[in-house]
């Protein structure tokens, strides 16, 4: 079982529409939580960070975090062309605090 | 404030050959992470640092690659001997204490021929 995981996509949708990435993780003790974004041919950036259960919520996104099913997502609202990107899920395992990113969702959102 | 600086940005090289990466993370950051990205996949984790002390190399091939960070500030990623696998991009990245945002480089484009 891999330690963070992601469907790798491509995720589209229209103009306009919300879009939502998922992401699991093995690590039970796991406490923090990131989603980066990463343009072709660019490093990773961060837009989002999840530390406790429930909804966080900045500008068109909001990340969700279900710990008792190891569950983390970001939704994006109002989906832009400029939000075609790899969104990344990053995981910190607990123990080592080993910094884990998933394979990434390719997303296009269409004009 | 400078962000983290890596070089060279680009590399080709023979299989066989050997190649090394510089990093020197943002100042201040405790905590530096060089990370393998082959196209079409997430960042890998090869090896995390501490100060100048390993968090985790487990992912690292030991066979081949070696990194280090004198003094607790830049670091070096080597690999030798090179592999046509280890075409990638190298990304270094650095944190204040680590579990927080990462600070990325660009990264080093590496073509092994």
């Known amino acids: 079982q891999k330690e963070v995981e992601q469907n790798s996509g491509p995720l589209s949708v229209p103009e306009g529409a919300i879009a939502s990435l998922n992401c699991t993780y093995s690590d039970r003790g796991s406490q923090s939580f990131f989603w980066y974004r990463q343009y072709s041919g660019k490093s990773p950036e961060l837009i989002m960070f999840?530390?406790?259960?429930g909804d966080k919520e900045d500008g068109r996104f909001t990340a969700q975090l279900n710990k008792a099913s190891q569950y983390v997502s970001l939704l994006i609202r109002d989906s832009q062309p400029s939000d075609s990107a790899t969104y990344l899920c990053?995981?910190?395992?607990?123990?080592?605090?080993?910094?884990?990113f998933g394979t990434g969702t390719r997303l296009k959102v269409l004009a | 404030e400078a962000g983290v600086a890596q070089s060279p940005r680009y590399k080709i090289i023979e299989k066989r050959q050997s190649v090394a990466f510089w990093c020197n993370p943002i100042s201040g950051h405790a905590t530096l992470y060089w990370y393998q990205q082959i196209l079409g996949q997430g960042p890998k984790l090869l090896i995390q640092f501490q100060n100048n002390g390993v968090v985790d190399d487990s992912q690292l091939p030991k066979d081949r690659f070696s990194a280090e960070r004198l003094k607790g500030v830049d670091s070096t990623l080597k690999i030798q001997p090179a592999k046509l696998e280890d075409s990638a991009v190298y990304l270094c990245?650095?944190?204040?204490?680590?579990?927080?945002?990462?600070?990325f480089g660009s990264g080093t484009q590496l073509s092994v021929l």
């Open positions: 990245a650095s944190s204040l204490q680590g579990s927080e945002k990462l600070f």
């Open positions: 999840i530390y406790s259960n």
């Open positions: 990053a995981v910190v395992t607990s123990g080592t605090y080993k910094y884990i």
